[in-house]
């Protein structure tokens, strides 16, 4: 009977073990209660007590007292508040941590944290609340995040994060707890639209933090062919990741060093590395929208902003310009500007169709927006908006330039604070239409321009010029131009652009690949020949051809036969056997059917 006794005990200790819980605020005593100091809003800097009175007694809250939460009409969408617990919020043995919550009207909350010890980095998760005026549970999991295993000295709590609110809310939450829950694990549907891009590629995956940013764990597929290419990751914990789509096992992979995107962060490596990646906060089973490869939003749905600002007659701070408020551009410090190093400072944002919204410059990173240009009774100033600029919905890529407490370029001495801006090339693409490659730029700015030079290539490396297109001269709108290569080499097709300016100075634009498919087509680089030619051959089928090289007086020089897969075939032809000159290369398939491309070796 002893032995069962102590077996009972055992087992009833056991269970007590798996179902403890860590009290960090209940708000009922001193050593469970914490000041608050809320940021991003109206309230007041420095800490302070929320405790008040249940508004809702029953359910799983009959507590007498509990935390007000308090957002202003008018905050910061990322409006919050954080306590530093007297009771360290410990992850080494607990993985979960949970809050009662009351809210009026559906809301979400995000919990975040910080203060972690011995170097623990900052941890945040966001989750709905959709039952309302009911107290309710809610539950973050740290398991597998950085979080787990982990202790943090500070709780913050942002409720209907990423909102602006146009009149006061009060959230109310209790008995915030650790403790030990089974791990949660969702689904996460990925996909990408791929019909924007325009260079060749076989394969394209979703890599992050969630896969070690593997070259090759989670492929995406497109059976269907429509461009879109899905896939779907199972068992995702909770938690924040990092995450890029990439192409070919990390041979192209999604940039966004060029602006400033909605959907990503940028983090430095130890040694000195950045990285901009998307970012994506798991709590459920989540389908995702469809994005445009290196983009926020799907194809055509986003615009290019560049913001151009000139110094005028201000005198730079140290810490630079800023593009800041109205409630989507955040404090002073945020949004930089990047010195051009002649007067002029430029920003470039990745925004959704459609966007507008009020804004302001600053002259220094001052949250508290001291450093804000003063433009109280000019024309672009809006009284009822804090006296902020604004920008009208953007329906195309949208160029703005403009002075530093100045509403038009003209300042005081009637010198243009903007007649430094140079050309500036805001898009290079192309695209391969019915077998005739379309080139396309547009420019934000354009000063003394003469024209364009349009080269190409088929190594990448060796341009040529295949014409020319007038350039504007001087421009301060976005202006659009095109060209059309009408006899584009199979296989890769490179293109830049040399930008003239009307004093002989020029500079070049990006490289734009578009890959040419023409069935049964050859094409030969590099040109002129040396001592290896490669063919390239584009088969529908799988057979064999027969490759020959021919003088100009009809003489077989070279004769071969190779295997042929469907698709782009290459081949490596020895030519050191040939002396300097001009040649034929003729391939014929199967069928009887030739091509004949002509070549000089050197």
């Not at 707890?177 to 060749?200: I, P, R």
Request: net charge negative; with cysteine.
């Amino acid at each position: 009977m002893k032995n069962y006794l102590l077996l009972t005990f055992a087992l009833m200790l056991g269970l007590f073990t798996l179902n403890a819980q860590t009290t960090i605020l209940d708000f009922e005593t001193p050593a469970t209660t914490a000041d608050f100091e809320f940021f991003g809003s109206s309230i007041p800097a420095g800490f302070m007590n929320i405790t008040s009175a249940n508004p809702a007694p029953g359910g799983i809250n009959t507590s007498a007292n509990v935390g007000e939460f308090t957002k202003p009409p008018g905050s910061q969408d990322w409006a919050g508040a954080f306590a530093d617990p007297s009771i360290t919020l410990d992850f080494t043995t607990d993985n979960a941590i949970c809050l009662k919550v009351w809210v009026d009207e559906p809301a979400n909350l995000r919990l975040k944290l910080e203060g972690g010890l011995n170097g623990a980095p900052n941890w945040e998760l966001q989750k709905p609340i959709d039952d309302t005026q009911t107290w309710v549970e809610v539950c973050y999991s740290v398991t597998g995040q950085v979080a787990e295993g982990r202790m943090y000295s500070r709780l913050t709590l942002f409720f209907d994060f990423g909102e602006v609110l146009a009149a006061e809310k009060k959230y109310y939450f209790d008995d915030v707890v650790t403790k030990t829950a089974a791990a949660e694990l969702y689904d996460v549907t990925f996909s990408v639209n791929m019909n924007n891009y325009t260079a060749a590629f076989d394969s394209v995956f979703v890599s992050g933090t969630f896969n070690g940013f593997s070259p090759n764990s989670n492929p995406l597929d497109d059976s269907d062919g429509d461009g879109i290419w899905t896939h779907t990751i199972i068992d995702l914990g909770p938690g924040n990741y990092e995450y890029k789509f990439q192409l070919d096992k990390w041979e192209i992979q999604e940039d966004f060093g060029d602006k400033y995107y909605d959907c990503t962060n940028t983090t430095f490596g130890g040694g000195g590395e950045v990285f901009v990646n998307r970012t994506l906060n798991i709590s459920a089973d989540a389908t995702l929208p469809t994005y445009c490869f290196n983009s926020c939003y799907d194809c055509g749905e986003a615009v290019t902003l560049t913001m151009h600002l000139g110094e005028g007659n201000a005198m730079p701070n140290t810490e630079g310009f800023y593009v800041a408020g109205g409630g989507n551009f955040s404090v002073p410090g945020v949004f930089a500007m990047t010195n051009n190093g002649n007067g002029i400072h430029t920003a470039r944002f990745e925004k959704v169709l459609g966007f507008s919204s009020f804004y302001t410059y600053a002259n220094g990173a001052c949250g508290d927006f001291s450093c804000k240009e003063n433009i109280v009774g000019q024309p672009c100033s809006d009284p009822n908006n804090f006296d902020d600029r604004f920008m009208e919905a953007l329906n195309e890529n949208t160029t703005i330039a403009e002075c530093f407490e100045v509403c038009d370029n003209i300042l005081m001495d009637g010198s243009n604070c903007l007649a430094a801006l140079p050309i500036e090339l805001l898009s290079f693409t192309g695209r391969n239409i019915n077998g005739v490659n379309e080139l396309a730029w547009k420019t934000a700015t354009e000063e003394n321009s003469d024209y364009f030079e349009i080269q190409k290539s088929t190594d990448g490396v060796n341009f040529a010029r295949i014409g020319t297109v007038d350039a504007a001269g001087t421009s301060l709108t976005t202006l659009s131009y095109t060209f059309e290569d009408a006899s584009p080499a199979i296989g890769n097709n490179y293109y830049r652009l040399r930008m003239v300016d009307l004093d002989a100075t020029f500079e070049y634009s990006n490289v734009v690949q578009i890959t040419t498919r023409i069935k049964g087509d050859i094409a030969v680089y590099p040109v002129p020949v040396n001592e290896a030619m490669y063919l390239v051959y584009d088969s529908d089928n799988t057979g064999t051809i027969q490759i020959q090289v021919v003088n100009f007086v009809g003489q077989t020089l070279l004769t071969r036969t190779e295997n042929t897969t469907q698709g782009l075939n290459t081949y490596e032809i020895d030519m050191n056997q040939l002396a300097a000159g001009t040649y034929l290369i003729q391939v014929t398939d199967n069928n009887g059917l030739s091509k004949v491309k002509r070549f000089v070796k050197n």
